[in-house]
């Protein structure tokens, strides 16, 4: 499985791409940051956030694309810019028919480090070893887009079983249709 890990962000979004299954070794593809200046104008950065995303698409072919899910934080602008990139980074892959996966901070941060509550050091320190990288990746955005790509490529199995499970429950439960009811009439 390839997946393409995007840690969503106006002035810096994080891009990772890493391949393998759930209980073998992992390999990253590649990482970086799509960057854009603070004092463009909004439409201008998400052209950007779009062309970067676009070619990472375009030179790795990922099956999946994992993007962090966007939680409240305290700076309103800072979330409307991650949900806005994050929104450019689920358009690109839909637009390919890419099945998009999203992962909360703390799920990420629990499927690689073991804790939901691990800071940004315990997270790079994990990508460093469980990709076998000589290095944790810098910046942070980069080691998060990996992690967001290893946690889907973990969970994914596990989610796809659920998933089936619940649609054979539904397609086995015995359907009960109600008798349609005549509206109410006024009286008077």
Aim: hydrophobic share 45%.
């Amino acid at each position: 499985m390839r997946v393409l890990g995007v840690d969503p962000g106006l002035t810096r979004c994080g891009i990772g791409v890493v391949e393998g299954v759930a209980g073998r070794p992992l390999t990253m593809l590649g990482v970086g940051v799509v960057r854009t200046p603070a004092n463009a104008e909004l439409g201008h950065r998400l052209v950007a956030v779009e062309q970067g995303i676009e070619q990472w698409l375009d030179e790795h072919r990922p099956e999946y694309v994992a993007v962090e899910r966007v939680f409240s934080q305290h700076n309103v602008r800072t979330v409307m810019g991650t949900a806005q990139a994050s929104a450019v980074a689920i358009l690109c892959a839909s637009r390919r028919g890419i099945p998009v996966a999203l992962h909360t901070p703390s799920e990420v941060k629990a499927a690689v480090t073991g804790s939901g509550r691990a800071d940004k050091a315990q997270v790079g320190a994990m990508v460093t070893r469980l990709l076998r990288l000589a290095e944790p990746p810098k910046p942070a955005d980069a080691a998060d887009a990996l992690a967001l790509a290893i946690c889907h490529i973990w969970r994914a199995p596990a989610q796809n079983r659920l998933q089936q499970a619940v649609a054979l429950h539904a397609s086995k439960a015995p359907r009960t249709l109600k008798a349609p009811t005549a509206p109410k009439g006024r009286t008077t």
